[in-house]
């Protein structure tokens, strides 16, 4: 194990090889340019797949990586956007998200079923037999559908009996080199310390829980930030450091499910985050920890200890930081429940905290970290507001009930919504009147809070043509001033229309077909508190 002790620096420019090579093709016959890698830390959840570059371009012909059958067909405004689902052999799911169009069958099964259901939103799953695939068969073209940030392939891998998401690159997903080594740039405490990755000053913590390890890697220079694969943390005597072989905590980026993806907002260093805007990995789980982490854990108490620090990349590279931490701490509040408990066992309790005219109430194991909560009604800001504190992820929705003032209008009354803000994101609900007569709303989310109300509906306009699917397509303009657009429906000359929605930006698209001069519109549209609109426009060419 004397390996880790000096800076292990793997060969520039190290080729990846996968475990298995179960791939037939490769996604897209492009040279490999990673956007994100497996299990990178996001807003909410690990990044569940390989995001592979297009050359900032829609269109790139995307290939089933395996023989196998279409087994789920899905068209949604946001998340994935239009993505397809393939079953392999192997037992194995491939998944192709974000896609501009499906291959031709593949489109009229989407147009046949949104005929037959007249509705827009698409997830159809089907059967062994129905869609057989060969490998290396084009199944539709790469696109930025959804909630793309920029044309890219979202290229997952899954366990097809629990669908969890596993690494792409253990399997035969080529990623090209990766030419640049892993950097950890600094080692941070939750109290503000911030030293270097090889340091002498101590790092002085109330709980192991509060060291975040701020990394940098890049497959190529200036390349997108992206994540690593493992990283584990070895906790031993000042005066005789470098004998224990085991690490005291580990992770590794193997795979997780969709059930503990949550998990991501408590691996990383919540309070780093919101203090600095840096997404650091912590060296110790909270509880509820996701599975990726692989010992069972004890703590190690007060005490000055050397901390070695050891991160591998997906391409495995790998380097080391360490320096000397002083734990020092008797009444934290993961040092009171380590009395009794591993704070991997420990279950945060129910409870329910109140001010002015709402009152939030959580069951057990609704939180990640022991807390003592706090919530002020504040007025100072332009909206009066609720500030529930200190930071904390929080793994279920918890119950916020809002008691209106005694002449707030029955009409607002399914009209409520609240919108939530923690360091990691915004929410908006839409609440559920109660027989006592408050106003419900179910959101995860612990932080600020004010209530608003919606009985507007969305806003419709034309704005032109433009390139949809490789086609001309009328675009118009869709949204709502404060909520999401839930449905959508558009007649062409009283006959069902299919369209896509592309809620990111506001379009909404509907392909033309070449053969009809004049169009004549109606699109219905409804908010999530289900104000609507039906729009009427004539076109003709
Ligand atoms: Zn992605």
């Known amino acids: 194990m004397a390996f880790r002790f000096i800076i292990v620096f793997a060969l520039l420019s190290k080729a990846l090889l996968a475990q298995v090579d179960l791939f037939d093709y490769q996604p897209i016959d492009l040279k490999p340019n990673l956007a994100g890698s497996f299990g990178e830390l996001r807003n909410h959840h690990f990044h569940s797949g390989v995001d592979l570059r297009t050359k900032g371009k829609v269109g790139q012909p995307v290939r089933s990586v395996q023989e196998g059958y279409l087994k789920r067909l899905v068209v949604k405004q946001g998340g994935f956007g239009m993505a397809l689902y393939i079953s392999h052999p192997s037992g194995h799911t491939s998944v192709y998200a974000h896609l501009d169009r499906f291959q031709k069958s593949f489109h009229d099964l989407l147009l046949k079923q949104s005929f037959k259901?007249?509705?827009?939103?698409?997830?159809?799953?089907?059967?062994?037999?129905?869609?057989?695939?060969?490998?290396?068969?084009?199944?539709?073209?790469?696109?930025?559908?959804?909630?793309?940030?920029?044309?890219?392939?979202?290229?997952?891998?899954?366990?097809?009996?629990?669908?969890?998401?596993?690494?792409?690159v253990d399997y035969g997903l080529e990623i090209g080199s990766d030419i640049v080594n892993p950097n950890i740039i600094a080692i941070h405490t939750k109290a503000g310390q911030r030293v270097n990755s090889i340091w002498t000053d101590t790092l002085i913590i109330a709980d192991w829980q509060d060291i975040g390890v701020e990394i940098l890697e890049q497959q190529i220079p200036k390349g997108p930030k992206l994540g690593i694969k493992s990283m584990s943390a070895w906790i031993e005597d000042i005066n005789e450091p470098n004998r224990q072989e085991d690490p005291d905590f580990s992770w590794e980026m193997e795979r997780f499910s969709f059930s503990d993806t949550r998990g991501s907002d408590g691996h990383m260093q919540h309070d780093i985050h919101s203090k600095l805007g840096i997404r650091t990995y912590r060296i110790a789980p909270v509880s509820q920890p996701a599975k990726i982490w692989k010992n069972s854990y004890s703590f190690p108490e007060n005490g000055i200890y050397e901390l070695t620090i050891m991160i591998e990349t997906m391409s495995g590279q790998k380097t080391v930081s360490k320096g000397p931490v002083l734990k020092n701490s008797s009444n934290s509040l993961w040092e009171i429940i380590s009395k009794t408990s591993?704070?991997?066992?420990?279950?945060?309790?129910?409870?329910?905290?109140?001010?002015?005219?709402?009152?939030?109430?959580?069951?057990?194991?609704?939180?990640?970290?022991?807390?003592?909560?706090?919530?002020?009604?504040?007025?100072?800001?332009?909206?009066?507001?609720?500030?529930?504190?200190?930071?904390?992820?929080?793994?279920?929705?918890?119950?916020?009930?809002?008691?209106?003032?005694?002449?707030?209008?029955?009409?607002?009354?399914?009209?409520?919504?609240?919108?939530?803000?923690d360091p990691r994101g915004i929410s908006k609900v839409v609440g559920r009147p109660t027989e006592d007569g408050k106003i419900l709303f179910k959101m995860k989310l612990w932080g600020e809070t004010y209530v608003s109300s919606d009985n507007s509906p969305p806003k419709i306009y034309f704005i032109g043509k433009k390139i949809f699917q490789n086609q001309e397509a009328f675009c118009f303009k869709l949204y709502d001033e404060l909520l999401d657009i839930k449905n959508y429906r558009v007649k062409l000359n009283n006959s069902w229309q299919w369209a896509y929605f592309d809620a990111k930006n506001k379009n909404l698209l509907i392909p033309i077909n070449s053969k009809i001069k004049i169009f004549n519109f109606e699109i219905f549209a409804e908010d999530e508190a289900l104000n609507n609109i039906t729009f009427r426009q004539l076109i003709q060419l």
């Open 117 to 168: 259901t007249k509705s827009n939103l698409i997830d159809l799953y089907f059967k062994k037999d129905d869609y057989r695939i060969n490998a290396g068969d084009t199944i539709g073209w790469s696109g930025n559908s959804g909630s793309s940030s920029g044309p890219h392939l979202h290229f997952e891998w899954r366990d097809s009996k629990t669908q969890e998401p596993l690494n792409p």
């Open 342 to 421: 591993s704070p991997l066992d420990w279950t945060s309790p129910n409870g329910e905290i109140e001010a002015r005219n709402l009152k939030i109430s959580w069951s057990e194991n609704s939180f990640m970290e022991p807390m003592k909560p706090k919530i002020v009604y504040t007025t100072a800001s332009k909206k009066p507001k609720w500030i529930c504190s200190p930071d904390l992820p929080v793994t279920k929705s918890l119950n916020y009930f809002w008691t209106p003032p005694l002449d707030y209008p029955k009409t607002l009354r399914h009209k409520t919504v609240l919108i939530g803000r």
